[in-house]
């Protein structure tokens, strides 16, 4: 099958991007033709998503391709998918994309993506998301069915992460630095934190993987989420975590088994939780290691991959 990929990036740490990138690389090694459309955007926060649109509309007009199945990673790709030819469109979503926009830009921003979202949702053949809570929020909010099918962690992206020796009282952060993610609730608690806070915010993967795996504590802040991959790296690194109960991350942490969950914007639990941990070498391997049995389980590729495969060949 001939299929394209639309995303405004495939490379970097995390987010929707790298994972498309390996579900390219999962399709081609089962024989499948696969295609990343390489558009520009201008890296300024504002213009970023409305110039990769732009840009790749121009693009996809002057593609006279046809594809059997073209994929959109975001809802910005959705405005190139309009417009590729294709037999079958699928458009995939991680996070409520209208309240995302509320909450980085403004009230009015996310109001007006609101209005249009529905229409834009059906522009693709089949929607899809790594998120139940997604696939729930939509289903109620627009009438919309989701196919739920979850981002694989590949345990072979990790061979290369040298062994390191463990820096107790190490609590890390790997994600961007942006609001919506609460770095700025983690650094206001900082100087009560029983311990040194390491903060991966812009460095390259395997650099990120090394410092957590080295630290003691996880912790991720934010005040949205869809489905977050850095947890499911510390689970496989067994490194426990500490977690805001946002969007679907109790999908991941179920409180006092996998990990610790908190009410989002509460910096005093937070912070508690975080010095408990610190001081609880036994809790901390229970949860580790529960942590880690649970993702080996349950998102791996070998359980995975055939549900991408069914998405693109039914």
């Given at each position: ?12 740490a995390g987010g ?143 061979v290369n992460i ?107 639990e937070l912070l ?43």
């Amino acid at each position: 099958m001939k299929i394209l990929f639309i995303s405004p990036t495939f490379s970097g740490a995390g987010g929707i991007g790298p994972h498309a990138f390996r579900v390219s690389e999962k399709l081609s090694q089962e024989g499948h033709d696969i295609e990343l459309m390489d558009t520009p955007h201008i890296p300024i926060k504002n213009l970023k998503n409305v110039s990769f649109s732009v840009f790749g509309t121009l693009k996809a007009l002057s593609n006279s391709k046809t594809y059997d199945v073209v994929h959109a990673w975001n809802v910005p790709s959705a405005f190139i998918m309009k417009h590729i030819k294709a037999k079958k469109k699928i458009l995939s979503i991680h996070g409520i994309y209208s309240e995302q926009v509320k909450m980085l830009h403004s009230k009015l921003a996310g109001s007006i993506v609101t209005s249009k979202e529905d229409q834009v949702l059906d522009w693709a053949d089949v929607l899809t998301t790594d998120s139940k809570y997604v696939q729930m929020e939509y289903k109620k909010k627009l009438g919309k069915d989701f196919e739920y099918i979850p981002a694989p962690l590949d345990p072979k992206r990790f061979v290369n992460i040298p062994d390191v020796k463990k820096n107790q009282k190490q609590v890390v952060y790997v994600g961007r630095d942006s609001f919506e993610k609460g770095t700025d609730i983690l650094k206001g608690i900082e100087s009560k934190i029983d311990g040194n806070v390491k903060y991966c915010t812009s460095l390259p993967w395997n650099k990120a993987m090394e410092i957590l795996k080295a630290s003691q504590v996880f912790v991720l802040p934010s005040r949205a989420e869809s489905i977050p991959q850095s947890i499911k790296e510390a689970f496989f690194l067994k490194i426990p975590v500490i977690a805001t109960d946002v969007g679907g991350v109790h999908e991941l942490v179920t409180n006092n088994k996998t990990g610790l969950l908190v009410a989002p914007n509460n910096s005093t639990e937070l912070l508690d939780k975080i010095n408990y941990l610190l001081n609880n070498i036994e809790l901390c391997n229970t949860l580790a290691n529960n942590a880690y049995e649970f993702i080996t389980k349950n998102f791996s590729w070998e359980a995975l991959l055939p549900k991408y495969i069914k998405l693109y060949e039914s």
